[in-house]
Every structure is written in C-alpha cells, then in structure tokens.
C-alpha cells in the first residue's frame, strides 16, 4: 500500500502499560511502533491512514511551524477498556475536538520524512493566511467595548 498525495497508510500497534501506583495498578496505553504500510505488518497493528485535507492546511502550518511538530493518533475505546487506533492526524484541532469528547488521542513527535511530506501538500495546494479575527467593535486600548459602555451601539 502506497502513500498518495493526501493519503499515508500506517501500521500503527499500541502497548498496555500496567504500573504499581502505591497499592494500585494504574493501566495506560502507549504507542509501540508506527511505519509506513510498505513496511511489513508488526504484529497485532492495524492499518490506519494519515489524510491530510486541503481545508486544514492552516492548522497543519501552524502544526509545522512549531518547535516540536507532532502527529496524533486517535482510538477507539472496547468495552473492555482496550484501544484500539482509529485515525492518524496532524491536525491539533482534530485531536482537541476529539480529547473533549472522551475519545482517547496520543501524540508522538512527527517524523521528518512526513513532515516534508505535508509541507509538499501545503506548498502544492498554496498557503492559507492564517489570522485571528478580532471583534472589530472593541477598542481595548480605549476599553470600549460592549460591557464597558452602555451607550455602545445606540443611535443618538
């Protein structure tokens, strides 16, 4: 299985980690190997593929641009408390909006080889401006502002 232009298959196989915490065992799950679906198939992983999409192009940016740049992997939880990986992502927004509804995500340090990878998707597909709107009706150099006046946007 090759990877494309927006698509990577991994073969991404978790570990259970048991640890002795005072009288208590404390059960965690860890990444144990990911690799490139042409890599043989280490044994117990499952396929899962990275996707990058042309509409997250400015979180994977600010992904790239950051000192430790990194992938997440998200899991699907058995009823038995195993998990299992469900989807690779670079996008930091994916793994919030996933963490706030319960569903487990773990992180690793992005590879560089991946990293060049979707910098060369961003570059094919042109940047995207990346800026944070401002409530343009607030002036907080003057504190003006809906809550500090209660004149604002009345009509004299």
């Known amino acids: 299985m090759q990877h494309t232009e927006s698509q990577w298959p991994m073969h991404v196989s978790l570990k259970k980690v048991e640890k002795q915490v005072g ?7 860890e990444l144990d190997q990911i690799l490139p679906a042409t890599h043989q198939a280490p044994e117990g992983a499952k396929v899962v593929v990275l996707e990058l999409h042309k509409d997250e192009r400015a979180s994977y940016r600010l992904n790239l641009d950051m000192d430790n740049a990194m992938l997440y992997i998200v899991c699907d939880e058995l009823e038995d408390g195993t998990w299992v ?3 690779v992502s670079a996008d930091q927004n994916v793994a919030a909006g996933c963490l706030e ?16 990878w979707i910098e060369a998707f961003i570059t094919r597909h042109g940047e995207v401006e990346i800026c944070a709107h401002r409530r343009k009706h607030v002036n907080r150099r003057k504190n003006e502002g809906p809550s500090n006046n209660n004149n ?4 004299n």
């Open 85 to 87: 990986p469900a989807a």
């Open 152 to 155: 604002f946007g009345q009509r």
């Open 23 to 29: 009288r208590w065992t404390s059960v965690t799950w």
């Open 101 to 116: 509804g319960d569903t487990p995500v773990l992180n690793l340090l992005m590879p560089g080889a991946i990293a060049c």
